[in-house]
């Protein structure tokens, strides 16, 4: 029962581009969600997050937006760099609950 | 300027052997948890601790154990190692609530 969902494993950009990487999940009692990048043979690190109470947050290049009616969410990375080249993990948790659930990761792959 | 560390980063098993995976964190952090990552999956929990003395299962326990005697360190056993063990563990941490989680940069183990 996966309850966070990556259904693209891989992406490539275009440098300077606009980079879209989805998330879908099923359990309504979520209320946190996060993205994480993850470098070959390094730790997750934490990127973004967003609380269930709004519908967009902005650091910078990256923009996390939540549609909660339809369990989706999406990390928006725009201008594309080279270094945003990485596997990306959307996770979320439930109120309370100091655990994290993963999806499967994206594969993002910036060319120059 | 640690964080969450990590021993040994790669590791061979034969079928059957035993080994503990170590874990410290730095940061005086409550939550420290265990994550596997399979190939193209995501990261899968298989205990987590909210405090020293205090563990609980995550959605893959069997085949593991753990214990927190202290707040820094969170080690990772496994008694009867088999193939399907085969995989990348992350430890992390976080001082709870909302705060980041923090990952190690992970062990490769290897059972055959």
């Known amino acids: 029962d996966q309850q966070v969902k990556q259904n693209s494993p891989s992406l490539s950009v275009q440098e300077g581009r606009i980079s879209i990487l989805n998330c879908d999940y099923t359990n309504s009692m979520f209320d946190y969600f996060l993205w994480y990048k993850k470098y070959p043979a390094e730790g997750p690190t934490f990127l973004i997050s967003?609380?269930?109470?709004?519908d967009k947050n902005e650091d910078g290049r990256f923009t996390v937006f939540l549609n909660k009616s339809a369990k989706h969410l999406s990390l928006h990375i725009v201008p594309s760099q080279p270094g945003d080249s990485a596997v990306y993990f959307c996770a979320a948790s439930e109120e309370g609950a100091q655990k994290l659930v993963f999806g499967q990761g994206t594969r993002l792959t910036i060319n120059p | 300027n640690a964080g969450v560390t990590q021993t040994p980063k790669f590791r061979i098993l034969k079928i059957g052997q035993s080994m503990t995976l170590q874990c410290t964190q730095d940061?005086?952090?409550?939550?420290m948890y265990w994550y596997r990552q399979d190939p193209g999956m995501g990261l899968k929990l298989i205990y987590y601790?909210?405090?020293?003395?205090?563990?609980d299962k995550g959605e893959v326990p069997n085949g593991y154990n753990v214990s927190r005697s202290t707040t820094e360190d969170f080690p990772l056993r496994l008694e009867l190692a088999a193939p399907s063990q085969t995989s990348v563990y992350f430890c992390a941490s976080t001082q709870g609530g909302r705060n980041t989680i923090y990952f190690g940069e992970g062990s490769w183990l290897t059972v055959v």
């Open positions: 967003i609380s269930s109470i709004k």
């Open positions: 940061m005086n952090h409550n939550y």
């Open positions: 601790s909210v405090g020293a003395g205090i563990t």
